[in-house]
């Protein structure tokens, strides 16, 4: 998201802008590409879509990841957050379905004053997580799919259900 008002402050900004959205989009490509791991976009159209994140300070990459989000046409879109600033949450509330966010105090300065241990995520914690994740959902898969017979309702569901939300 783009500062507008700081961006008419500058004289070439529009440079400046393409320089910085060039080098914030290789940057995207290549976590993509390193946490996806050969994984397909997963289906979201139609379903119910939940956005957690560690807290809001501007909620500005928060209402990206909405407006994003939202080009691929989810039924419902839901944001949790254990805190954030009263402003973020109410700008992100404007843009989702549903904003829960359990603490706003009246003095936030950073998300980060609120964790004992605020450090980064590696790349490569990042990519575990994601594959455990996988893993665990197909497990889960195989186990409902031996559990139902492919002819009745249930099965039926379960396959919309899975299909809607894979990873």
């Not at 900004?13 to 910085?20: K, P, Q, S, T, Y």
């Not at 946490?35 to 397909?40: F, L």
């Not at 994003?68 to 509330?93: D, I, T």
Request: hydrophobic share 40%; glycine share 4%; net charge negative.
């Amino acid at each position: 998201m783009l500062n507008e008002e700081l961006a008419s402050q500058l004289t070439d900004a529009g440079e400046i802008v393409d320089l910085v959205a060039a080098k914030e989009l290789r940057e995207l490509q290549r976590r993509e590409a390193e946490y996806r791991d050969q994984r397909p976009f997963p289906t979201i159209e139609a379903g119910t879509i939940i956005l957690v994140d560690d807290g809001l300070a501007t909620g500005s990459t928060m209402k990206a990841a909405v407006r994003a989000l939202r080009q691929r046409n989810p039924a419902r879109l839901v944001v949790a957050v254990p805190m954030g600033s009263a402003q973020a949450c109410l700008e992100v509330k404007r843009e989702a379905d549903e904003m829960i966010c359990v603490v706003t105090p009246e003095e936030f300065y950073a998300v980060g004053e609120w964790y004992e241990d605020f450090s980064q995520t590696s790349d490569q914690e990042v990519h575990d997580l994601l594959g455990r994740a996988e893993k665990r959902h197909r497990e889960m898969s195989e186990k409902l799919r031996t559990n139902f017979n492919s002819d009745n309702a249930e099965c039926l569901f379960f396959e919309r259900y899975r299909d809607s939300h894979a990873l």
